[in-house]
């Protein structure tokens, strides 16, 4: 009797084991889900953003508020005269592979003045027609990127103060696979960050800072070395878009690592980069702060005081207490196209936290009428996703920028602009005139979504050249004939109403 009533007990303590695990591993497994992740779309009123319009007009200046204020500080207002000396030009560089350019970018301001050399090196086929452009600042000079001779040698210091000439001429030529990129039709662009903002802590007394920032006194809220970095880049772009070799519509901005964040925050704040990629970016860059996961926020603002602003380190090990978070950084890239990179040997740079921050940003691409990653599902090593407006791959191997990155970059480029063209179908820009509503429910493959009501403010964004053959539909036709008649008023050429969703739904079926 007594040891039937031990048996009893002892399944009931069992069962009751066996409950108490179920709910730890239930409430592991949760854990992710109850990050409490600022909502994109909430405006700091608490009003929700439903419409592009709300989004671009009101959200998306909130936001970027939020993170120069609270992450990377702000961009001084006083601007620099900015003026470009191409002293480099050859057409039958790398053994007649490559045009080559070598562009000084001279800033002037507060009576002193700022040299940073751009290195630059197209294919061939730009002298016919201009070519996208991969932009990219590098670690130790240019030089280091390629082992060709005429590149000149920053004397800019470097990050140890060890003179960059020291660094042999081609030393980190496997993270920047020039013939490979240009044998695919995309040049390449690069500068020494430190021609920039040297990396090392200062004070703030060297590169861009003497000349925009205030003699006295250093604001809360002031830029550090990220912001003056990201500053950079955008005069780079300002110089690519006056290059006739360059396609200025497609110049796709790039970084690694520390850069990966400084190309996250250019591209958030300078619209002109229609695609941007961050390759192992980790802490501050693409991963969520709030997972604590590798590296930390007192972990960075530690060892790197002179990254970001000084309100940042009011968060350090307290990252539950920040307005914001990374997701929000890569939603500010929409509409454009962003691309996140993590390594299967990077945790550091907290790989699941980098692929969530995608997933959360996809609620304001859906809120454009576009596709974001399409998946919450963490895909394998090796295996990219790249059919929506936000890609991501995580690479076997450790943290680096290798040509495996370069491809899928290259290969998210191609695929992007084919879609948001329509061009692979040979029938121009296909746009869906319908809701949003009625757009999630089901659609053309290949088309993009702007309501009827929009289609006048939104199209410069999807087609630039109004020769260019667009192809408009909604449920019968009656709308996409409005936006038609609106086109046509703007001096769109080639403006075809399509008709109805379901009939041409049935013709591609049939095709
Ligand atoms: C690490 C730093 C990372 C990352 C990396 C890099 O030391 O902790 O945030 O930026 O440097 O830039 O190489």
Not at 60 to 73: A, D, K, N, S
Not at 438 to 458: D, M, T
Not at 475 to 495: F, I, P, Q, T
Request: glycine content about 8%; hydrophobic content about 35%; overall charge positive.
């Amino acid at each position: 009797m007594a040891a039937a009533q031990a048996r009893k007990w002892e399944k009931r303590n069992m069962t009751r084991t066996i409950i108490l695990l179920l709910i730890a591993i239930s409430t592991m497994a949760h854990a992710e889900d109850r990050l409490d992740l600022p909502d994109p779309l909430t405006n700091n009123n608490g009003k929700t953003v439903d419409s592009s319009k709300a989004w671009e007009q009101v959200r998306r200046p909130e936001i970027l508020e939020l993170f120069r204020t609270h992450v990377y500080g702000r961009t001084p207002a006083t601007q620099a005269k900015l003026s470009f000396e191409v002293f480099d030009e050859n057409p039958t560089a790398l053994g007649g592979k490559a045009l080559r350019k070598q562009v000084a970018l001279v800033a002037t301001a507060a009576q002193k003045s700022l040299r940073m050399e751009m290195l630059i090196y197209l294919p061939v086929s730009a002298k016919q027609k201009p070519v996208p452009v991969l932009l990219l600042l590098n670690f130790s000079g240019n030089h280091t990127i390629n082992p060709d001779p005429a590149i000149a040698i920053s004397e800019s210091p470097s990050r140890t103060k060890k003179p960059l000439r020291d660094t042999p001429r081609g030393a980190n030529e496997s993270r920047y696979p020039v013939e490979k990129i240009l044998s695919r039709g995309y040049g390449i662009a690069t500068l020494y960050y430190g021609d920039i903002d040297p990396d090392f802590h200062d004070g703030f007394k060297n590169g861009i800072h003497p000349l925009l920032d205030p003699v006295e006194g250093r604001a809360a809220d002031a830029w550090g070395s990220v912001g003056a970095w990201a500053w950079g880049l955008s005069r780079c772009m300002d110089y690519l878009e006056t290059d006739k070799n360059v396609d200025r519509g497609k110049v796709v901005l790039l970084g690694h690592s520390r850069l990966g964040k400084t190309s996250l925050w250019a591209g958030a704040q300078d619209e002109r980069f229609r695609i941007v990629i961050s390759n192992n970016s980790g802490c501050t860059g693409a991963a969520l702060a709030k997972r604590k996961q590798g590296e930390t926020l007192a972990a960075i603002n530690n060892r790197f005081p002179h990254w970001f602003c000084g309100n940042y380190k009011r968060y350090n090990g307290k990252e539950e207490t920040l307005p914001l978070d990374q997701h929000m950084l890569i939603a500010l890239m929409a509409p454009r196209a962003t691309y996140v990179a993590s390594a299967t040997k990077d945790g550091w740079a907290d790989p699941k936290g980098e692929f969530l921050a995608c997933v959360h940003a996809e609620p304001v691409y859906k809120l454009f009428g576009l596709s974001g990653l399409n998946t919450a599902v963490m895909p394998q090593p090796d295996q990219p996703i790249n059919d929506g407006h936000i890609g991501y791959h995580i690479r076997s191997g450790r943290h680096d920028m290798t040509e495996y990155d370069w491809q899928r970059y290259m290969d998210f480029a191609d695929g992007h602009w084919k879609r948001s063209t329509g061009k692979d179908e040979g029938k121009g820009t296909l746009i869906d005139v319908r809701t949003q509503t009625e757009y999630r429910k089901g659609h053309l493959k290949n088309s993009i979504n702007i309501p009827h009501v929009e289609i006048g403010a939104r199209i410069k964004d999807h087609v630039k050249d109004k020769k260019e053959d667009i192809v408009l539909y909604c449920r019968s036709g009656m709308r996409a004939g409005v936006a038609r008649k609106v086109l046509e008023d703007m001096g769109y050429e080639n403006v075809v109403n399509g008709g109805s969703y379901h009939l041409l739904k049935e013709k591609a079926a049939g095709d």
